[in-house]
Structure formats: structure tokens, C-alpha cells
């Protein structure tokens, strides 16, 4: 029988830390709709199939060799086993657990800096973003411009196009599909600080993807070239965008967007430059961890939080 309360257990293959995923978003200033508190867990209101569902990840285990992770939906409304298998999907995609980390792991006993980082983020796992179409919004509104002022317009975007839900007595923004955002009054995005280019390629995007034209799950299919290649066909993703898109919102393992200016200032870290690399140094430095170089720059990012600095 189907009930407006569901709890159930997500089991994954040791090492994992929801410790890390949890610092990974709190200190994160992209993270925008997601509620984190060390004790409440992770907190995301979803349209799944059209319904509201309130979903909340938590721990009952901070022992990552021993993780016992489950999945809590709320809504008003009975939790069928469609929308209880979509808040599933939802949970084991941003939580990355069907990736077995295993190959990853090998990879530190060739690199020394790579190992530190995995020791002292034992069990961290990427964290991916609700949907592609979410990462591929908040690339666009983060593009060349500091993070401090993406982090303002997507909240001016959530504002603007969004909806709000109430439940439990809490209001909780939901992001919007591409139809809604094509509804909105794009002249006021000018109003909210939205640059007229910026506004156009959320439009452009939105539509190609309201269409068919853009097909996140056919290009999930596709090579990672290929799936690279056809996003920048449209206007406004150039390669930095689609990397982004592939690694955080469809989950491809060996995507680096190496143009990133907070990977490039890592590398030159970590790897004795003295100063920020270059695109191609990050790509050449990070060849050796073919097929992980999305799981390394995740390490990367998560450095740099540590230190106070922004990512995107």
C-alpha cells in the first residue's frame, strides 16, 4: 500500500564518507536548493513524475569501511513505487554509489600528491547535481563571473522561475523544468543582473531542451568526445561547460573541465609549478589517471573548499 512516508536503506560498496559528501556541500556556495546540517542530513524537494516529494539522505554510520546510508521521501500526497523508485535513482546518482571507487583507489599508489588527498578524504565520492539540465543552468549563469555573484543570480533565476513548496511548514524552492523557464519573463532575467548574452543561452538551451533537440539521456549514451562535441553545438556551452555538464550532471567518470581556474591553481600546487597550469599541463598531468580524471578533479575542488576558496 502506498503511504506519504518512505524510508529505505541505500546500500553501497565500502570505502564511502557521507561525512565528505555533507562537507562537500555545505561548503560549496553553488549549493543553493539543498538544505545541509550534520545531523538532519540532506535536504532536496523534487518534482518527481509531477509530485512534490521532499527527500532527505542520511547516515546511521560515520565508519566509511561500514556505511549505512538510507533515503527518506515525504510528500503530501501516497508515495507510489514509481515515485518511490525515482527518489532511488535520485539518491544513488548524487551520492554516486553504483561507482565502485576501487580503480580509483589503485590510482594513488603511483601518485604521491593523489594519495594524500585520498587519505584525507577517505571514502569521498563526486556529488552529482539533481539533473543534467540543473548543471547545465547553473554552468551558463557561472560562467566568468566570480562565484559569490553566480551564487546571487541563481537564486534570482530560483526566484524568477521557479516554484516554491510548502511542507511541514517550510517553504522549499524547486528548480525549474525548461518549460517553466521559457515562461518566465525573460526581460526581467536583464532586471536580476542576467547579462542579455547570459539570458539568451539559458533561453537557447531551454528550448533545445523543452524540444528534444538537446537529449540528455541519448547523450549519456554517447563517448565522452562525442557527448562533448554535441553539447557545444549549441550556443552557450562551450567545451568548459560540457565537461562540467558531463561530470556533475551525468555522471561520467574521466571528465575533466581542465580549463577550470580553481583546477588549473591545484595543479600548480600540487605538482611543483609555483604557479597556476595551464589547460594543457592539467591535462597532461591528469592523463596517468585515465578513466578517474572526474573523481580528481572532484579531490581538487574539495581542496580547495578546504582551504577557503571558492568552486564552482
Known sequence: MAENRVTLPLPVDPPFSFR?????????????????DSHAGLQRMLYLH????????RSASE????????????????????????????ARNTLNLDQNPRGFLTLG???????????????????????????????????QIHVAFARRLKYRFLEHCGDQVQMNDHLYPVFPGPEQVLRADQQKLATLQFSRQKSAYI???????????????????LPQEQAISHLTKFRGIGRWTAEYVL????????????????????AGQLYGLGRTASEKEVRDVTEQFHGW???VAFYWWMTLQQNGQSTK
Open 20 to 36: 565528505w559528501a555533507m562537507e562537500y556541500l555545505s561548503s560549496s556556495p553553488s549549493t543553493v536548493l539543498e538544505n545541509v
Open 247 to 266: 561530470m556533475r550532471g551525468l555522471g561520467y567518470s574521466d571528465c575533466i573541465p581542465a580549463a577550470d581556474i580553481g583546477l588549473r591553481k591545484v
Open 293 to 295: 580524471r572526474s573523481w
Open 203 to 221: 533561453a537557447t538551451v531551454s528550448a533545445a531542451v523543452a524540444d528534444g533537440r538537446l537529449n540528455f539521456e541519448a547523450i549519456s549514451a
Open 50 to 57: 509531477g509530485m512534490p516529494v521532499l527527500l532527505v539522505l
Open 109 to 143: 599508489k603511483q601518485d604521491a600528491p593523489l594519495r594524500q588527498l585520498q587519505e584525507q578524504f577517505r571514502g569521498m565520492r563526486p556529488v552529482r547535481i539533481a539533473s543534467p539540465y540543473e548543471s547545465l543552468i547553473w554552468a551558463i549563469i557561472g560562467q
Open 63 to 90: 565508519d566509511v569501511e561500514h556505511p549505512a546510508l538510507f533515503v527518506e521521501m515525504h510528500s503530501d500526497q501516497k508515495i507510489s513505487r514509481v515515485i518511490r523508485d525515482a527518489g532511488l535513482h535520485w
